[in-house]
């Protein structure tokens, strides 16, 4: 018996060093690739040695004595840093990820291929201007380097990720850096789901004047009455089986369902209204959470001056930042530069579809998509004069397309001659704020508001094409319009000028926080679909609460977390229930629900992470939306999966008979909007209650509102997601200028924090070296690195890095200096 014990222990011990000789293996294998920041290396397609400076926060200041050497510079660090993001965003727009990961993303691909955004890419080089040609080369030269450099030192294939999926790496290329903005567009657009959604609302209400409440208008603008959607296609059959769109659900699709489809907030101050007597800029663009994160923060040295800022990997430029004499930032504008088209098949020949001239062919080639352990899947793509064909399945489509009919989509980032990159490189180099404007000119898609600060004058100015539609347009492109009608059909684009601009306004400040800019009436509308009506308000009371501000001022802005939905709107919905009733005994639901309320009476409206009231008001009103619309909408109601502010305040105040959504159609009963609220508040106290206890007083907002920086694809993998995912708790909500965009739905985490901002900058033209930066995780994208979240805890803390264009404050404080010589040296 102790001789059987014996061998036991052996093998466990056997097995438990092989366990371990394993795992540090595994360590060496995957660690080769963390780049070594202190070296020199000598590399040809520079004219002179290039400096990378690696700061204390490991940001590279990348000194070359031309400009065209500073982009490799940055093609090196940006490959060095983040390679796996890089080449998986590539194949993301290339429709090529099911080669490295299978069946799962098979139908992303074919989306990506059919609105054949490479191509387009690769067409778009030509047309760039010779500057950013230059710029574009030099880049690819400098990620090929480090390509170069991990194949001939072994360095671990140059990401983790390569040991984990077979991903082969090819050159880098210009039309790659085109595309991934082209990827951008994909990422930041709503109206094609909006328009699909208004159309399948049209569809499913019994009472067509409601659909100005479940899908109202930013307040303050006026629109002629639609016709009504069925009665475009007179006898025509519609589907009633929602169809999957699993692509939007999967961490590596850029399919962002409508409410994750950007957000920003940007804000200026003219020196009249700075205390420094310097113009202010403060910017923080809002995208989907991942780790690494998006953004990656960079110095560049160029001819024209320093520049410093946010750049994505994969891009050339410096997205939102400064130089030394001006400062731009983005916000998603909204801008409508997408229409929905049903085509009409040719009974006798499927082949053709209608246009204003007769039946015309399709536009159809195949395209292959290899799949990793599958056989390959062969794809028709079509074309109609109006754009690409889409499969039905693709944001329930099926749905509003009537039988012998096809829907294509026109898209302003469909442009074969996207001068985008042109504009981007350009604006590194602008030494004016009309001088960005001007650049601007060139910029086609995705739309954004810039917002522009010099030494002495503020703007900002809608960038990018804006369709021309003929004032006769019969959906005004709120929802899908027939595609033979000529008057449905886009006229080209609208002149720059059309573009809402504002230089200097008399108020010295001026700012975006995704809020409707201008009202027009339509064709000049720029959009009907605005992403917020809420923060602005806020935004607007903080502005003007000060005569004068400063670079503190605009970091507290930046970090509010204060809630004007929650202040205007538990008034109206808590009306009759605040105080009333009798008293209840400990234990009952009653009795939970009046210490509720009795909370949230005495709640500012403060979504900080360590107080219960924010969960008890976003669980309320989550459970109040859902009881509002599912008997009128049916399974549609996931669509509507975030509360609605315009719209409950529309419900609780009665507009235009809205309180009609209160009744639950399926009951005998009348009920009333009180009735609603309090079952809705029952709703919400009893899943805390499973979820979290009865003991409402110790709450945290932030338990439930955690950040969720998830690797894409480690993140769900077990053990290892404790090692590539960043969690935290976190501030904020839906609605507060410190946004944390909820993930929303059924599931078992409907208040994680999944969108928002990934970059933070507030910039001081007064002292420009005082300004301040942070983003989300950290440098890194290697998860063995110390750099992959140096920066998450300052950034949940709202704290920020010091950026200087001073190379001797650069180097006084490096981790490494890396110096590339030509190869001649």
């Not at 754009?387 to 302003?412: D, K, M, Q, R």
């Not at 064709?523 to 005569?547: A, F, I, K």
């Not at 599912?630 to 315009?646: A, K, N, Q, Y």
Request: with cysteine; hydrophobic share 40%.
């Amino acid at each position: 018996m102790s001789g059987l014990v014996k061998w036991l222990l052996r093998l466990a011990g056997g097995a438990i060093l092989l366990a371990v000789l394993a795992l540090l293996g595994a360590y060496f294998l995957l660690s080769r690739s963390l780049p070594d920041y202190d070296k020199t290396l000598s590399v040809p397609g520079i004219t002179a040695p290039v400096e990378i400076v690696r700061d204390n926060a490991n940001v590279p200041h990348i000194l070359g004595q031309t400009d065209a050497d500073s982009f490799f510079g940055l093609g090196y660090a940006h490959a060095q840093d983040r390679l796996w993001q890089m080449m998986t965003m590539r194949r993301t727009v290339q429709g090529r990820l099911s080669e490295v990961f299978g069946t799962r993303t098979v139908k992303i691909d074919s989306t990506m291929r059919r609105f054949d955004l490479y191509t387009l890419a690769r067409q778009s080089v030509a047309v760039q201007d010779a500057e950013t040609l230059a710029a574009l080369k030099a880049y690819s030269d400098g990620v090929n380097a480090r390509l170069n450099e991990i194949n001939r030192e072994a360095l671990g294939r140059g990401a983790p990720e390569q040991f984990l999926f077979n991903a082969p790496i090819a050159p880098w290329q210009p039309a790659d850096s085109i595309a991934l903005i082209k990827l951008m567009a994909v990422q930041l657009s709503s109206h094609l789901e909006n328009e699909v959604l208004f159309a399948r609302a049209a569809l499913a209400l019994e009472n067509p004047d409601r659909l100005a409440d479940i899908m109202p208008l930013a307040p303050g603008s006026g629109i002629a009455a639609l016709p009504e959607y069925a009665a475009l296609f007179p006898g025509a059959t519609w589907s009633r089986i929602a169809q999957t769109t699993p692509e939007r659900g999967d961490p590596l699709s850029p399919f962002k369902r409508r409410a994750f489809a950007g957000a920003s907030n940007a804000f200026a101050a003219a020196p009249s209204r700075s205390a420094s007597g310097g113009t202010l800029l403060a910017n923080d663009p809002h995208l989907g959470f991942s780790a690494p994160n998006i953004w990656y923060l960079a110095r560049l040295n160029l001819t024209s001056g320093g520049v410093i800022g946010g750049t994505i990997p994969g891009i050339p430029a410096i997205l939102t930042g400064r130089s030394a004499r001006l400062g731009w930032a983005v916000t998603s504008s909204y801008l409508d530069d997408q229409d929905l088209y049903i085509e009409e098949l040719n009974p006798d020949d499927p082949n053709q579809y209608r246009t204003p001239d007769g039946w015309k062919p399709f536009r159809t080639t195949r395209s292959i998509v290899e799949i990793k352990d599958a056989d390959p899947v062969t794809l028709t793509l079509r074309w109609t004069e109006n754009g690409p064909v889409l499969p039905g399945s693709h944001y329930n489509l099926a749905e509003v397309t009537p039988a012998g009919h096809v829907a294509a989509l026109n898209w302003t980032a469909l442009s074969p001659e996207d001068t985008t990159m042109s504009s981007a490189i350009g604006l590194m180099r602008a030494q004016s704020v009309q001088d960005a404007i001007d650049l601007s000119r060139l910029y086609i898609a995705p739309s954004q508001n810039l917002t522009l600060v010099d030494q002495s004058t503020i703007a900002m100015r809608t960038i990018g094409a804006m369709p021309r539609r003929d004032a006769r347009h019969e959906s005004e492109g709120r929802m899908p319009a027939r595609g033979w009608l000529p008057e449905n059909r886009w006229q080209g684009t609208l002149p720059f000028a059309a573009n809402p601009e504002f230089v200097a306004p008399s108020g010295g400040i001026l700012g975006n926080t995704n809020n409707k800019v201008v009202d027009r009436p339509f064709p000049m509308h720029v959009s009907h679909l605005w992403g917020d009506t809420q923060r602005v308000h806020r935004w607007r009371r903080l502005m003007q609460g000060r005569e004068v501000h400063t670079r503190e001022s605009f970091i507290e802005a930046q970090l509010d977390t204060v809630s004007f939905t929650a202040r205007s709107l538990l008034p109206l919905i808590g009306a009759d229930l605040w105080f009333t009733g009798e008293s209840a005994p400990e234990g009952t639901p009653e009795r939970l629900r009046q210490r509720a309320l009795t909370m949230l009476a005495d709640w500012n409206g403060e979504m900080n992470e360590h107080l219960p009231e924010p969960l008890l008001y976003a669980a309320w009103m989550r459970a109040l939306m859902d009881r509002l619309i599912r008997d009128d909408l049916g399974p549609l109601s996931r669509e509507f999966d975030h509360p609605d502010p315009i719209f409950i305040e529309r419900v609780f105040r009665n507009v235009d008979g809205a309180a009609d959504w209160c009744d639950v159609k399926q009951s005998a009963a009348i009920e009333t909007c009180t009735d609603t609220a309090r079952m809705a508040l029952d709703d919400a106290l009893i899943w805390i209650s499973e979820r979290y206890g009865q003991s409402l007083e110790s709450l945290r907002w932030g338990d439930a509102h955690q950040a969720t920086h998830d690797h894409q694809v480690l993140g769900d993998v077990p053990l290892l997601r404790h090692f590539v995912n960043i969690r935290q708790s976190t501030s904020g909500g839906d609605n507060t200028l410190l946004r944390g965009r909820t993930r929303g739905g059924n599931g078992p985490d409907p208040f994680h924090n999944v969108h928002g901002a990934g970059y933070r900058g507030v910039y001081d033209f007064a002292d420009p070296d005082s300004s301040v930066f942070i983003i989300a995780t950290g440098q890194s994208g290697h998860f063995l690195s110390r750099y992959y979240d140096n920066l998450s805890q300052l950034w949940r803390r709202g704290e920020y890095i010091p950026m200087s264009l001073d190379p001797d404050l650069a180097r006084a404080a490096s981790v490494g200096i890396t110096t590339l010589l030509p190869t001649d040296q």
